[in-house]
T-cell receptor
Framework: ETGVTQSPTHLIKTRGQQVTLRCSSQSGHNTVSWYQQALGQGPQFIFQYYREEENGRGNFPPRFSGLQFPNYSSELNVNALELDDSALYLC?????????????FGPGTRLTVT | SQQGEEDPQALSIQEGENATMNCSYKTSINNLQWYRQNSGRGLVHLILIRSNEREKHSGRLRVTLDTSKKSSSLLITASRAADTASYFCATARSGNTGKLIFGQGTTLQVKP
C-alpha cells in the first residue's frame, strides 16, 4: 500500500456533466501525475503537476484540466463528459518531477459515464 | 498511443513454474519500469532499470533490458498464486517530460 489516496472510489455520471476527482499525494512528494486506464488497456498519461504548475501533458483534450494545491494534493476535472471517458483514473505521486523515478499509485477512481 | 507492446497478452502457469513476460518499445528511453496491478486497482511498482543497466534482480524478479533491440523481459521465478495479476511495462524518456508510457499489459494467472 502506498500513501496515495483518491476519492471517490466509484462515481457514476451522465454524459455532458462535469466531474472532479481528488488525489492526496504521499508525504514528502511534490509531484502528481494523472492517468486514464480504459478496460483492458494500459494507463495513458493525462498530465503531471510539479509544485502547482503543469509539467507535461498527454494527448487529452482541454476539457481535461487539473490543479495542484500548496500541500501537493491534486484535482482532475473533466467537463462535458463523454461515454468514452468511462475508465479507471489513477493518480501517482513521486518525490521529483518527470518520470525518471518510480511512481507511487493510488487505488484509483472508477468513473462510469452513462 | 501506447509505446510498449507486451507479449504474451495472457499467460497461465502452475504454481512453482517460472513466468516470463516481454516488452518492446519504440523510442530511446531513460529507464523502463515494471508494475503489477491486481483486479483493476492501483499499480504497484516492482522494479526500475535504467538505460545503462542490462539486468536487475529483486527477490524472485529478474528484469533484463536490451536497448539495441528496444526490449525488456520480466522473469518471475517459483511463481505463487498471489502473483496472479496484470503486469505492465512503462518507459520514461530522457528529459523531464513527466510522462510514463505504458504497454497494454500481460495478464498472468498462476494456478494453485
Amino acid at each position: 500500500e502506498t500513501g496515495v489516496t483518491q476519492s471517490p472510489t466509484h462515481l457514476i455520471k451522465t454524459r455532458g456533466q462535469q466531474v472532479t476527482l481528488r488525489c492526496s499525494s504521499q508525504s514528502g512528494h511534490n509531484t502528481v501525475s494523472w492517468y486514464q486506464q480504459a478496460l483492458g488497456q494500459g494507463p495513458q498519461f493525462i498530465f503531471q503537476y510539479y509544485r502547482e504548475e503543469e509539467n507535461g501533458r498527454g494527448n487529452f483534450p482541454p476539457r481535461f484540466s487539473g490543479l495542484q494545491f500548496p500541500n501537493y494534493s491534486s484535482e482532475l476535472n473533466v467537463n462535458a463528459l463523454e461515454l468514452d471517458d468511462s475508465a479507471l483514473y489513477l493518480c501517482a505521486s513521486s518525490p521529483e518531477q518527470g518520470g525518471l523515478q518510480k511512481q507511487y499509485f493510488g487505488p484509483g477512481t472508477r468513473l462510469t459515464v452513462t | 498511443s501506447q509505446q510498449g507492446e507486451e507479449d504474451p497478452q495472457a499467460l497461465s502457469i502452475q504454481e512453482g513454474e517460472n513466468a516470463t513476460m516481454n516488452c518492446s518499445y519504440k523510442t530511446s528511453i531513460n529507464n523502463l519500469q515494471w508494475y503489477r496491478q491486481n483486479s483493476g486497482r492501483g499499480l504497484v511498482h516492482l522494479i526500475l532499470i535504467r538505460s545503462n543497466e542490462r539486468e536487475k534482480h529483486s527477490g524472485r524478479l529478474r528484469v533484463t533490458l536490451d536497448t539495441s533491440k528496444k526490449s525488456s523481459s520480466l522473469l518471475i521465478t517459483a511463481s505463487r498464486a498471489a502473483d496472479t495479476a496484470s503486469y505492465f511495462c512503462a518507459t520514461a524518456r530522457s528529459g523531464n517530460t513527466g510522462k510514463l508510457i505504458f504497454g497494454q499489459g500481460t495478464t498472468l494467472q498462476v494456478k494453485p
